[in-house]
């Protein structure tokens, strides 16, 4: 039995060293937090609330603003285009945001303009255009699509896209 201390290799020091990436860590603390709740899900997909780093406070108010502001003009474009004016429920005004909340959204609309791509409102409503401009021909996809991501758990989506897509499920 050999108890002499020698140095470490540089391969050892860098196997013992090297930090978990953020990834791993992510997994780890699911696998944790697991252990007493199985039915636990986790899911990284930004909505457009969670990407303004707004607060839970009154969230129905910033669901009818940022509908208003960002998808009320396509959805009622697209339902005109088919001919189902009005078709969709008459939505009650809700209060009205503070000053600061409206400069943060003002300040973020460039952000949020690069990040389209990533924000599940508007990948939802990308996925609506394209089931509206096919013909017939990959409406069926679009459609299997869209009702799959109704189901996925993200937090704070927008209640109100989320019912209009239901709508239009639905009716076409």
């Given at each position: 039995m050999d108890l002499r201390q020698k140095r470490l290799?540089?391969?050892?020091?860098?196997?013992?060293?090297?930090?978990?990436?953020?990834?791993?860590?992510?997994?780890l603390n699911l696998i944790y937090n697991g252990y007493h709740d199985v039915n636990i899900s986790y899911n990284e997909t930004l909505s457009i609330i969670t990407y303004v780093k707004?607060?839970?406070?009154?969230?129905e108010v910033y669901h009818t603003y940022f509908?208003?502001?960002y998808f009320?003009?396509?959805?009622?474009?697209?339902?005109?285009?088919?001919?189902?004016?009005?078709?969709?429920?008459?939505?009650?005004?809700?209060g009205k945001l503070?000053?600061?909340?409206?400069?943060?959204?003002?300040?973020s609309d460039k952000k949020?303009?690069?990040?389209?791509?990533?924000?599940?409102?508007?990948?939802?409503l990308n996925i609506i255009k394209k089931f509206f401009q096919d013909d017939?021909?990959?409406r069926s996809y679009y459609y299997y699509t869209l009702s799959q991501l109704l189901n996925y758990k993200i937090l704070n989506v927008n209640t109100l896209l989320?019912?209009?897509?239901?709508?239009?499920l639905i009716t076409f």
């Open positions: 290799t540089a391969e050892e020091w860098d196997s013992l060293e090297i930090p978990v990436s953020t990834n791993e860590k992510k997994i707004i607060k839970a406070r009154n969230l509908y208003n502001k009320k003009k396509t959805i009622d474009a697209l339902l005109d285009s088919k001919g189902k004016k009005g078709a969709q429920k008459k939505r009650k005004k809700g503070k000053k600061a909340d409206q400069i943060r959204i003002n300040n949020i303009e690069l990040m389209k791509g990533n924000i599940f409102e508007f990948v939802l017939k021909g990959k989320m019912n209009d897509i239901k709508y239009l």
